[in-house]
């Protein structure tokens, strides 16, 4: 898997996400990385995988003056390529994992996510 196909996929599930979604996204960087870091592992139960993450001020704790810098969503690339296997299972884990952060700016957590299916 080349790194310009894991990134128009990456560029795929953001073109996915509904108009008003995509709209309201708001002061937000997507990269991506090769790994998580130690530090990004830190606090999670022993053998967790971390496919991405949010790091910044969700939408709903924003008060009037938004942070200068834009929060950064970021998908970890040779996690998510191990866990799809194959073309289309590593498309629908990115779209999965890019839904799933992109959520945490809106201040959905993990547990809300997982009862919605995500």
């Known amino acids: 898997m080349t ?6 996929l990456v560029a795929e599930a953001l073109d996915s996400l509904p108009a008003d ?7 937000v960087e997507v990269v991506i990385e090769e ?6 592992l830190e606090g999670l139960p022993p053998g967790t995988t971390l ?6 001020v969700p939408l709903t704790a924003r008060g009037l003056h938004p942070p200068a810098l834009p929060d950064r969503v970021v998908i970890f690339r040779k996690p998510i390529v191990r866990a799809g296997h194959t073309p289309d299972g590593i498309r629908d ?3 999965r994992t890019v ?3 992109i959520a945490h700016h809106f201040g959905i957590d993990d547990e809300r996510l997982r009862e919605l299916g995500w």
């Not at 790994?35 to 990004?40: A, F, K, S």
């Not at 496919?51 to 910044?56: I, M, N, P």
Request: glycine share 6%; hydrophobic share 35%; net charge negative.
């Open 93 to 95: 884990q990115v779209r």
């Open 35 to 40: 790994e998580p870091r130690p530090e990004d």
């Open 51 to 56: 496919l991405g993450l949010y790091r910044g």
């Open 21 to 27: 979604i995509a709209a309201a996204i708001d002061n």
């Open 99 to 101: 839904v799933h952060e």
């Open 3 to 8: 790194d310009r196909f894991f990134e128009d």
